[in-house]
Structure formats: C-alpha cells, structure tokens
C-alpha cells in the first residue's frame, strides 16, 4: 500500500485554499449544467451523454463531466479509466489521475463511489463538493451527471443549488414514463427543480412527442413541473458568456 497520509492533508489543503479562493472570485465561476440519470440506464444513455459533451466542448471550450451515476460516459469517449474521485480523496492518487482528458477541451471525472460515501458522511460530502467545484474551477462548463434519486445533494454546490433546470435522457420503454417522472417528482420536492429538458433516444419524433405529451401533463398537473424537449447544444444557451483560460495540468489515462 502506498503512504497516502501526507498526500491527503495536502489535498485537503488544497481543498480549502480552493474553497477560499471561490469567495473571491465567484463571477468566475463556470457554467454549471445537471443531468438525472433515472433509475433505469443503458448503453444508449452513456453515448448520448458523451456526444452531448463532445458538443458542449465543441461549442462552449472547456468542459468537465462528472459522472456521479456510474453512466458509464467514458466508455463511449474511449476512456480507460484507472482511478475515480474517491481514489484522489483517499491520497491514493493526485487529482489530475482522476481527472481524464477526452480530448482537446473535453474532462470526465468518475465521482459515483464518492457521492456514495458522501451520502452517509456529511464531513465527506463536503470534501466532495470542495474537489468538484476545485477541478470545475478551471473549466467554462461542467455537467454534473446525478442519480435521480439523490438529486438533494446539489445543496452542497451554491453553483447547482440555484439552477432550476436539468436533464432527463429518456430510452422507449415500458418503464420510460414511470422512471422520468419519479426523477421529475424528487427534483421538484428536494431541490426545487421545476423545469426539464427530455432527452429522447432511440425513437423516432411521433413516438417522443406522444410520450412527452402524456408525461408533461401529468408532471405539470401533479408536480407544477415544466417538461419540454431537449434541444441541441449550439441552441440551448449553454456556451454563453467570456472565455477563461485553463491551466489546470490533468492526465489522459488510456
């Protein structure tokens, strides 16, 4: 086993000098977007999210994803990943091996483990939130990809507690319309989330709209939720605002 004890409290050092330096200099913080990954996923799921990344980086400069719903997003990126978030936290690795380029301007950091851990430790918690905003720091953008059903942990990232808006990636099926509006029904309760951009995969226009229909009334009737369709990157607002050099050194695991 390697000595991880000097190399954690360096970390954590690090950790709260990032903390304070986020006071400062809080206009400079990046553009924060969330994703809920309903309680049924698929391989589907992983390569849409990945090409949405792709276009985020395309369009918008420097993008982290932080994979905290084990999506599997750098599977399709072609990503061979050695470390996560949890590694870098224990002093196991620094924080650039968990950090992954994907490209030019495209990161994926896996973060699952640790949000499980910080879900049961709320010191811990703070430390994950503390290494996420550090890493996102340097980025324009970040896409924050979260279990639905621990969407309440936004409150620990005052950058993701005010949006009011995320994600859904939605695959046909059976189960389709139950699972999107159960992660529509705990982002409205648990963090005041009222709007929703459905990302259809896998159907054709007349099968998402039918679907959309139906779930948007039910969510605006039961839920006061807005559901509307996703619409392309370039179109959605996301890349907006000056440019910011990134100097943060990351290493691409492959």
């Excluded at 196991?92 to 990161?107: N, Q, T, Y």
């Excluded at 290494?131 to 990232?157: K, T, Y």
């Excluded at 996301?238 to 050099?245: C, E, I, L, T, Y």
Aim: glycine share 8%; proline share 4%; charged share 20%.
């Amino acid at each position: 086993m390697p000595e991880t004890s000097g190399r954690r409290s360096s970390f954590d050092a690090e950790l709260d000098q990032a903390s304070g330096l986020r006071r400062i200099f809080d206009g400079l913080a990046a553009h924060w977007s969330l994703v809920l990954q309903p309680s049924t996923r698929s391989g589907i799921h992983a390569a849409a999210l990945a090409s949405r990344a792709r276009q985020l980086a395309e369009h918008g400069g420097d993008t982290l994803v932080i994979d905290a719903a084990r999506s599997q997003v750098a599977l399709p990126l072609g990503l061979r990943l050695r470390y996560d978030l949890q590694h870098a936290l224990a002093g196991d690795c620094e924080i650039g091996d968990a950090c992954v380029a994907a490209g030019e301007s495209l990161w994926v950091l896996p973060a699952a483990r640790a949000l499980d851990q910080a879900c049961t430790d709320a010191r811990h918690a703070r430390r994950v939130a503390a290494a996420v905003q550090m890493v996102a720091g340097d980025m324009r953008q970040a896409m924050l990809i979260l279990p639905a059903a621990r969407v309440s942990w936004i409150e620990n990232l005052p950058e993701l507690g005010r949006l009011r808006e995320a994600l859904i990636p939605v695959v046909h099926g059976v189960d389709a319309g139950a699972a999107v509006l159960t992660a529509v029904r705990l982002a409205v309760s648990e963090a005041q989330i009222d709007t929703f951009h459905l990302l259809f995969l896998g159907m054709g226009e007349a099968a998402a709209g039918r679907l959309l229909s139906g779930m948007a009334a039910i969510a605006q009737r039961h839920f006061g939720a807005t559901l509307l369709a996703a619409k392309p990157v370039p179109d959605a607002g996301f890349a907006s605002g000056p440019g910011r050099a990134k100097h943060r050194p990351v290493e691409s695991v492959f």
